[in-house]
Structure formats: C-alpha cells, structure tokens
DNA sequence: CCGCGATATCTTGACGTCAAGATAAATTGC
DNA sequence: GCAATTTATCTTGACGTCAAGATATCGCGG
C-alpha cells in the first residue's frame, strides 16, 4: 500500500538496475532529481529575464552589481569571484552588457591593469525591475511546496553545498 | 547561540535585504543553493565523463542507448524524449557521437522520414566503462552527506520536482 | 488514391561557456 | 632600479544549446 509514485528518474534507476544490477545506483536518484530540478527551475527563470531583454547570464552580473550597492561599481575580478565563471566569460558577458548599454567600462585609476565595470542608469532600472519579478517567480517556484518542507530541502541542501565548497 | 555557519548564498541574500528590503528573498536561498549545487556536482561529473572522452551530452545520449537494453538502438524522438533538450540539439548530440565512432545512423526500415540510432561495439564499450566510473563518482560527491540526510533530501527532491513536471 | 495536416529529423544563426594562452601592468626581491 | 614573478583582463577556437523554420514522409478523410 506504501506505493510511492514513480517518476522519470525511478524509470531511469529501473532501467540501470535491470541493465547493470552489479552498479550501485543509490546515488543517482538524488542527483538526478537535483539535476532535473534545476533544469526545469532554470527554464522558468529564463522567461522571466527575458520578458526583460536578458539572459540568466546578464541578470546574474546585473544583480551582482546591483546588489554590491552604490555606486554600483566593482572590477572584473570581483564579479568573477562571485559568480562561478571562467575570466573569458566574464569578458564577454561584460562585452554584451556593454553593446546593450546596460554597463559601461570605466578606467580604474588605481591599477592601469584594470577597469571598473559601472551600472548605467539603464542598467539600474532594468535589473531594479528584472529582481522584483524575478524574486515573485521564485516564490511561485516554490509555491507547491509547503512551507515545513522548504524550510528542511533548504537546510539539506545547505547541508550538502558545505561538503561540496 | 544557533550559529548556522553563512555560506555564499546567505551573503548574497544579506546583500539584497539591505539594498532591496521590500523584496521577498525568501526562496531565492532555497533556489540559489539548488543551483551552486548543480554547478559543483556538474562539473565533477563532467571530469569523469572527460576520462572516458566523453561529455555530459555525449554521455547522456550513450547511456540511454545502453540503458535501453539490447540492441541499443532508439530512434532520435526516443532520445529526445528522454534527455531534455531540443530536436536541433540532439541532432548535433548524434552528429558528434557519429563522428566519434560510438554510435551510428542505421535507416529505418518501418519510416522513411526517421533513422535509428545504434550504438557501435565501440560506443558500447565506452558507455560500459563510463557508467561504471560515473556511478562510482556520484557515490563520492554524496559521501558527506549522512546517509539519513540523504534520503530525507531524495524524498524532499522527488516531492519538489513532481509539482513542476 | 489523392490532398493535406501531422510527424520525424535536420538546418541555420545567435549565444554562452570553457580551457588555454596572450598581453600589459603591478609587485617582489635582490 | 631592474629582472622575475604575479596579477588583471582579454583573445581564440571549439563546443553545446536553443528557437525557428526547412524538408521529406506518413497516414487520414473523403
């Protein structure tokens, strides 16, 4: 009676289990759900970015600068070190943000190595209204959840994310 | 006296309580976490998949074939159903894998519009030991986490991912 | 048995990403 | 001061992905 519905991925671990019995798959079923998860969580995101003219690329610098406060400014590097990319897509995220108008690329008169990449006023509102919808999708995201279990799958993943970094 | 130790996503979230207070960040941490997880667990997987001169795409597309049963063959709409992504893109998955010699392209003889893709002995044995260093390695990135953690994290993922699919 | 909408697969063009390496300026150590 | 090393950023080339649309074939309704 204890009948659990199955889902895609149990389809998946059946299907391993009759192929190949001597693999121990007791792993995949929670990675493949993380996985699957997250592909459908970043689907819906990307609809919402768009509806703004940007990708979850141009958001995700946007908000990073929006979010570091006025004036809104910092290098290269710093928004390399909080966004979990390679320096050449850093680059070239900056490059489209720049064609768009929605950065631009100032001297650092510290370091002629450098430069510092500034919101525009464009900029500004633009991730100013990208975030409000975007943190009213989340909550719809998560809305199918009841509130104790978002609480516990937060604290897990948590959890897990402090043995990964 | 509860110190929860703050991890990246909870800086983020102070970052967006001070600049933007009236929004409701509530399941940006519970999402943001989902996705720095993905991220890690992603790129240790694709280090394996590389070993074996694979990548997650490759892999993904082999191991359906493999998991399938004999004769390993499944026509591209198979395929398409069962990874996620787009027709184009598994045309290219195809044309990649057909290149390498691990798959190939056999007519079908029941549709003339549609092929079946079959794995080659080559691209069996190259999914055979693949699979087995992947599940090997998926074991490794849960082993810190307790193992009653991990299925209370299943169990949260399966309830999670069946409101949004 | 024919016309036409449905279906299976492929093509095209634009992006985003990475690894590896290039360039230029800052810093370190003598 | 100056060479050697380190650091900050950008460049290059190869992939993977998607959306939109092109082709070719199937199969249904008349």
Redesign the interface.
């Known amino acids: 009676m204890e009948e659990?519905?199955k889902?895609?991925?149990d389809k998946?671990l059946a299907?391993?289990r009759?192929?190949?019995p001597e693999?121990?798959?007791?792993?995949?079923?929670?990675?493949g759900?993380?996985?699957?998860?997250?592909?459908?969580?970043?689907r819906?995101q990307e609809k919402v970015f768009a509806e703004h003219g940007l990708t979850s690329a141009s958001f995700d610098v946007l908000a990073t600068l929006?979010?570091?406060?006025p004036p809104f400014q910092l290098s290269p590097g710093d928004l390399l070190a909080a966004t979990?990319v390679t320096s050449g897509t850093m680059t070239n995220r900056i490059d489209q943000l720049e064609k768009a108008g929605l950065v631009e690329r100032l001297n650092n008169p510290e370091d002629r190595r450098g430069v510092i990449i500034a919101l525009t006023s464009e900029g500004l509102k633009r991730i100013?209204a990208a975030?409000?919808a975007h943190?009213a999708n989340?909550?719809r995201?998560?809305a199918?959840?009841a509130p104790g279990?978002?609480e516990?799958?937060?604290a897990?993943?948590?959890?897990?994310?402090?043995?990964?970094?």
């Open positions: 659990i519905d889902d895609h991925v998946i299907q391993w009759r192929e190949r693999l121990d798959v007791s792993a995949m079923g929670l990675l759900r993380l996985a699957r998860l997250r592909a459908h969580v970043s819906e929006r979010r570091s406060g979990m100013n975030a409000t943190v989340q909550q995201l998560v199918g959840l279990d978002r516990a799958l937060d897990l993943l948590r959890k897990f994310l402090a043995t990964l970094e």
